[in-house]
């Protein structure tokens, strides 16, 4: 039963990643639908919310997503030439 508490921590940083960046809740729901599938992911827990974990195991497209959410006043204010 390990894994099903290890899916709910990470689960649970998912709900701490949306409280701390108001992440849209569309991609919120793709996250959660990633870890929820992906069992294997879920294997590495910590009681405390870990960004770096979570970027590294997501899937290229979700990633991109989710840095581009949570970065968005940064990268909206970077001049394009």
Do not use: C, W
Request: charged content about 20%; hydrophobic content about 40%; cysteine-free.
């Amino acid at each position: 039963m390990k894994s099903g508490s290890a899916n709910a921590d990470r689960l649970n940083q998912i709900e701490q990643l949306d409280k701390n960046y108001n992440i849209n809740p569309d991609l919120i729901d793709k996250l959660k639908l990633y870890f929820e599938h992906n069992k294997a992911t879920s294997l590495h827990t910590e009681n405390q919310f870990d960004i770096a974990y979570i970027l590294r195991v997501l899937p290229a497209n979700l990633k991109i997503k989710l840095i581009k959410f949570m970065f968005s006043s940064q990268i909206n204010t970077i001049p394009l030439l």
